[in-house]
């Protein structure tokens, strides 16, 4: 049994198998998922398990070198915004886009992460960095 870190087969799959520039997608519960990308359904109830816990989880196993967020976050879920802000690495650069780019995006990604989290616009695009 593995001992640290992610436990769910799937996502813990996902990540190992993410190359330099791939893409991947951790979202609220209401995100669409595109047709053709893979979904990691993690969403056991409302809440459970929470954006910023399953990004923190994800971020501690994964190389990133950029990111992506919802525009609308900031306004329409300012506490949301405010504890990303705070627990967001400063060392990799994130850029905002509008939500309905941020989904044209999506259906580029590897995989999309589905939470609990009921939080609107409470998305990341993370894009797979290389360690050398």
């Given amino acids: 049994m593995k001992k640290i870190g992610i436990l769910h087969v799937q996502l813990s799959r996902v990540i190992a198998s993410m190359a330099h520039g791939e893409m991947l997608v951790i979202g609220d519960a209401g995100l669409p998922v595109p047709p053709g990308v893979e979904m990691v359904d993690l969403a056991l109830k409302e809440g ?3 954006f910023l816990e399953t990004l923190e989880a994800v971020l501690g196993e994964l190389h990133v070198e950029e990111a992506v967020i919802d525009t609308e976050q900031a ?4 506490q949301m915004f405010k504890e990303f802000t ?3 690495p400063q060392e ?3 850029s905002t886009v509008p939500h309905g780019e941020f989904q044209e995006m999506a259906k ?3 995989a999309v992460v589905r939470t609990g989290e009921f939080t609107p616009y409470s ?4 894009r797979a ?3 050398f």
């Fill in 48 to 50: 459970v398990p929470g």
């Fill in 75 to 78: 306004e329409v879920s300012p």
């Fill in 86 to 88: 705070a627990m967001w």
């Fill in 92 to 94: 990799i650069p994130v």
């Fill in 108 to 110: 580029r990604a590897k």
């Fill in 123 to 126: 998305n990341i695009i993370l």
């Fill in 129 to 131: 960095g290389v360690l």
